[in-house]
DNA sequence: CACAACATTTACCGATCGGTCAATCTTGAA
DNA sequence: TTCAAGATTGACCGATCGGTAAATGTTGTG
């Protein structure tokens, strides 16, 4: 199996998961939607759980890059785009078929932490915080990880909330919460 | 079966899916661990998933109950309760064998919005945020729903942080966020 | 004690689970 | 053109899935 293969097989096993769920998906459904033969997919993934892991790892590494993109994107001082995250945050919850966060997900269905594809999805928001410390230092904020971790929270919040309730309602309200929050955080 | 062996059934189900996940626990490990067999659960229940929800019921009807009067034990004053809250979560958090919340996970493995699992989970955050809002509005605040959403987006995202990262770094960064909130929304 | 009514158990159903194997197909170098 | 190496396949493994049926216990009432 070529390379590009390989990566079109995690990718649409991203997508299959996402709608389905890990363990609600098994391998032959993954093996039909993906268009690989189980036999295929476990030439290059060990188990269903490896399988997992690289869809995560897949995920993080395109979320965090379109993230940093469209931040950037939205502001160029480090205090506006802060807040540019909760407005990039409402943009992801309005795509078609918004499906809550793989990595939440993830963990809800791998609850131990020192299981591989739980420590994957807290890897995953590890390095959002990283991210979001970086630009809360950059904007001359004080303690800049306590913010991030307050900001991190609203993330996490909103996502939840923007799944099981309304999602504009959750980006607007987190939104607002972070504009206080990070206002309070620069006096 | 009687109305108490009824109750300890739903408990003991309570348990072992929040031990270990709604798919990842079938039927017959679930009779062993509640001690009744499944033609006995089926008598009851007509599928798994009407158990499942019967124990999110029965989830909802506890946690609130107990929030409810933790807050109430902790602080007299509407404001002082609305921060409050965010002690009880913190004592949630340090229970031994704290698995993140019942309904979040739920929402992540049942994640149709129109599946009654998902709606039973989405009622339970509603039943909190008009609890928030009914503090919120004692305490004065003008725009007490914002307020209420604001707060119950810390709360989701301090369970899923104190899930996958640390239970005491999520409860202290979530109290000072809702402090500030807080205190902003009285200005 | 007799017996009907109900609760509970064991054994089983077809389907699907994660994972494997022998056989077939494709392909590129000699 | 041949043929070995690697990729791919469908068929299959035992275990478990959610759910059911027939048989066995249990119990309150006459």
């Given at each position: 199996m070529?390379?590009?293969?390989?990566?079109?097989?995690?990718?649409?096993?991203?997508?299959?998961?996402?709608?389905?769920?890990?363990?609600?998906?098994?391998m032959d459904k993954l093996a039909?939607?993906?268009?690989?033969?189980?036999?295929?997919?476990?030439?290059?993934?060990?188990?269903?759980?490896?399988?997992?892991?690289?869809?995560?790892?897949?995920?993080?590494?395109?979320?965090r890059n379109w993230m940093v993109r469209r931040v950037e994107a939205l502001a160029s001082e480090p205090k506006g785009q802060l807040l540019a995250a909760f407005d990039a945050l409402a943009e992801w919850f309005r795509e078609p078929g918004f499906q809550s966060c793989m990595f939440i997900k993830a963990s809800s269905e791998y609850q131990d932490r020192a299981h591989p594809i739980h420590a994957t999805a807290a890897e995953h928001k590890r390095l959002l915080f990283q991210y979001l410390?970086?630009?809360?230092?950059?904007?001359?904020?004080?303690?800049?990880?306590?913010?991030?971790?307050?900001?991190?929270?609203?993330?996490?919040?909103?996502?939840v909330l923007a799944h099981l309730h309304d999602p504009e309602t959750a980006a607007a309200n987190a939104r607002a919460a972070a504009e206080t929050l990070i206002e309070q955080a620069l006096i």
């Open positions: 070529s390379a590009s293969k390989r990566d079109d097989l995690v990718q649409n096993a991203l997508k299959a998961f996402n709608r389905g769920g890990y363990h609600a998906i098994g039909a939607e993906t268009g690989v033969s189980k036999t295929a997919i476990y030439k290059h993934f060990r188990t269903k759980e490896d399988l997992i892991v690289a869809t995560l790892r897949l995920r993080d590494e395109q979320f410390s970086k630009l809360a230092d950059e904007a001359g904020v004080e303690d800049a990880e306590a913010l991030a971790h307050q900001l991190l929270i609203l993330t996490e919040g909103a996502i």
